[in-house]
């Protein structure tokens, strides 16, 4: 056993190109080389138990192994594990569109299945963009977009992010698109109203001048999350809604990160009763089992696209797994999962929970913000608590923290200086409690 593990890390570290690594730096460490999970344990080949702190990077809902999206998964491959979507449907994905449209804002009615959140990006930006276009409106041809936006890694995804240190190397191959800052408070001086005041001033006027040029607006409602998990001001969203249906510009949510629960609602629009022209959905969508994601619209953007095929209406879009069965039979699963066990109930207490105990950092002099919103939370740590004064992000505080907390029997991972805690939905209590102790315990070590 022990030569086929080391035998293991060799071919690891011999053909894998790790996402988001410094390959050098990872080269030169002893990596976690995962075997199997058991509810919201990972544990690896050595048998070592970790807590999953990240949900498997914001993915995982029910926990790992949960029997009831195993079974679902294992019935569908004995039929077929994968026909095309294209001109022909197959029954999980009829079966999960109408579940989807069921549980999403009551406008959205049509369904457009990819494989990921970065996928679901491209379509909603690839549909409001032919959609003007299909109006007859030409010019509505770019994308307002938020300051630190992050809406995944592909071209077009990465045009309408806005994190420099992901994406400035790749400007030369972006499209142009316009910003607008995202409420941070954190980092506003002034206070929250003031903040909100501002930024929605700012987006007024640069709405106004551009708005027969927009085809849409995208933002990551509620929260930021790869920006640090940077938190929207209250009705912040509605604001935005009402700004962009005066004006006549299609609003895209990106809700890769916030669906399925973690801000304590199913949707992050749920809060505000926003209802979005265009809505993205994946990670959390197979309970992080599957990959699988989704592209929402309305009827009225949907339509638009109907004609003879001689009128080159169609949506010239679509990827070889688009709709895949097992996915999707995933996805029926997940989302019974949630009915049947009345999770999304279960999390305002949970949420409070960790905001009770994260609470006890509050006093550390490393500790900037603790930013919560149902089961997102990012942790600031900071150099210098008075002046605000940031590590420099080269001296790794948050790859530190989290290397602790893999010691101490717990893997997540950090955004910068920001340590990012995301359980999975189902942790209980006395889980999340431990988490929180062996976070509390590796930032008391690391930040001296
Ligand atoms: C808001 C948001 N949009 C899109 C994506 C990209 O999703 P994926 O990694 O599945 O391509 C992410 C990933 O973290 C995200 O947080």
New binding site residues.
Partial sequence: MKQLHKNLRKKNKQYIWHPFTQMKDYLESEPTIIDRGEGIFLIDVDGNRFYDGVSS??VNVHGHSNSDINNAIIDQIKKISHSTLLGQANVPAVLLAEKIVSITPSNLTRVFYSD????A?EIGLKIAYQYWKLKGKNKKRSFIAMTNA????TIG?TSVGGMDLFHATYQDLLFKTCRTPYPDVYRFDGSVEECRIDCLTKLNNLIKSKHDQTAGLIV?PLVQ??AGMILMPDGFMKHIESICIDHNILLLT?E???GFGRTGKMFACEHDEVKPDIM?I??GLTGGYLPL?ATLTTEAVYSEFLGEYSEKKTFFHGHSYTGNQLGCAAAIANIDLFEKTRLIESLPQKSLLISKRLGELSSHPHVGDIRIKGMMTGIELIKDKNSKLDYPWEEKMGIKVCDECRKQGMIIRPLGNVVVFMPPLVSTNEELSEMISILIKAINIVCK
């Fill in positions: 990077l914001w990921s959140g970065s996928e990006v992050y809406h995944g890694d995804a990551e999350g790869a990106d890769v990160a916030t993205m994946a990670k994601a």
